[in-house]
């Protein structure tokens, strides 16, 4: 008989003091994991406490209750570069989202977003991909692509025969454990070619990576797949 595998709760740090307005992100901590879900566990406390705690790996920032928006964003990326930002923000402000995202953030909700949105959007940040409406994230890969310098370093690195694979399947929008299944390793292992991707080439997020690959700055057989494989609407 075959043993569950009981992923380790996650940790997501939640300001003290700052007004969580969406109700789908309260109730989704009382809600009971589905079979091979990781139970999330909200962590409450100062900003500078919850930068400190290293065993938390989110943060919840309310853009609605942020003073400096962008800039509060930014400062938490240069104390915690490695912290994947879980933002909520006003609906309908594409240029936000977009400049969110640009500045680090791994997930962008408005406060309309219900439990089940919300769930789903950390488990698409914790298998390392991106949440975000699909027409600002085509909004936003057209921007860059059509920027002056898009960005991004024109110096095209090498890349090895495993890691053009692992690009590949980010472009069709494979998170790390669709990629590990896929190539028969372990999760880790991608964790580490991605990493090694984006030391390469310079970028913070999978946005950027697969931003370089469609401009053709690496080379990668995949750019033409990306927008026919995504299997959502709202990751990448």
Same mark, same amino acid.
């Given at each position: =008989?075959?043993?569950?595998?009981?992923?380790?709760? *996650?940790? *997501?740090?939640?300001?003290?003091?700052?007004?969580?307005?969406?109700?789908?992100?309260?109730?989704?901590?009382?809600?009971?994991?589905?079979?091979?879900?990781? &139970?999330?566990? /909200?962590?409450?406390?100062?900003?500078?406490?919850?930068?400190?705690?290293?065993?938390?790996?989110?943060?919840?920032?309310?853009?609605?209750?942020?003073?400096?928006?962008?800039?509060?964003?930014?400062?938490?990326?240069?104390?915690?570069?490695?912290?994947?930002?879980?933002?909520?923000?006003?609906?309908?402000?594409?240029?936000?989202?977009?400049?969110?995202?640009?500045?680090?953030?791994?997930?962008?909700?408005?406060?309309?977003?219900?439990? !089940?949105?919300?769930?789903?959007? *950390?488990?698409?940040?914790?298998?390392?991909?991106?949440?975000? /409406?699909?027409?600002?994230?085509?909004?936003?890969?057209?921007?860059?692509?059509?920027?002056?310098?898009?960005?991004?370093?024109?110096?095209?690195?090498?890349?090895?025969? !495993?890691?053009?694979?692992?690009?590949?399947?980010?472009? =069709?929008?494979?998170?790390?454990?669709?990629?590990? =299944?896929?190539?028969?390793?372990?999760?880790?292992?991608? %964790?580490?070619?991605?990493?090694?991707? =984006?030391? %390469?080439?310079?970028?913070?997020?999978?946005?950027?990576?697969?931003?370089?690959?469609?401009?053709?700055?690496?080379?990668?057989?995949?750019?033409? %797949?990306?927008?026919? %494989?995504? &299997?959502?609407?709202? !990751?990448?």
């Amino acid at each position: =008989m075959a043993t569950l595998h009981i992923r380790n709760p *996650i940790r *997501i740090g939640i300001p003290a003091g700052e007004p969580i307005r969406l109700e789908g992100l309260r109730s989704i901590f009382d809600h009971r994991p589905s079979a091979g879900e990781p &139970k999330l566990v /909200p962590v409450i406390g100062e900003l500078g406490e919850l930068l400190a705690d290293r065993q938390i790996e989110y943060l919840v920032v309310d853009l609605n209750a942020t003073s400096g928006r962008l800039q509060a964003l930014g400062d938490i990326r240069t104390a915690r570069p490695d912290l994947r930002l879980i933002v909520i923000g006003p609906e309908g402000d594409d240029e936000l989202v977009m400049d969110s995202i640009v500045a680090g953030a791994r997930a962008y909700l408005d406060l309309t977003a219900g439990p !089940r949105v919300v769930r789903e959007a *950390i488990d698409v940040v914790v298998a390392g991909s991106i949440w975000a /409406p699909r027409r600002v994230l085509s909004k936003l890969i057209d921007r860059l692509l059509t920027s002056p310098e898009g960005g991004l370093s024109s110096a095209a690195p090498r890349l090895t025969a !495993r890691e053009r694979q692992v690009l590949d399947l980010i472009l =069709m929008a494979r998170s790390n454990r669709e990629i590990a =299944m896929e190539l028969g390793i372990e999760e880790r292992t991608v %964790k580490a070619h991605v990493g090694r991707l =984006m030391r %390469k080439t310079g970028v913070e997020n999978r946005i950027a990576l697969s931003i370089r690959a469609l401009g053709g700055h690496l080379s990668s057989g995949a750019g033409g %797949k990306a927008g026919a %494989k995504r &299997k959502s609407d709202e !990751r990448l």
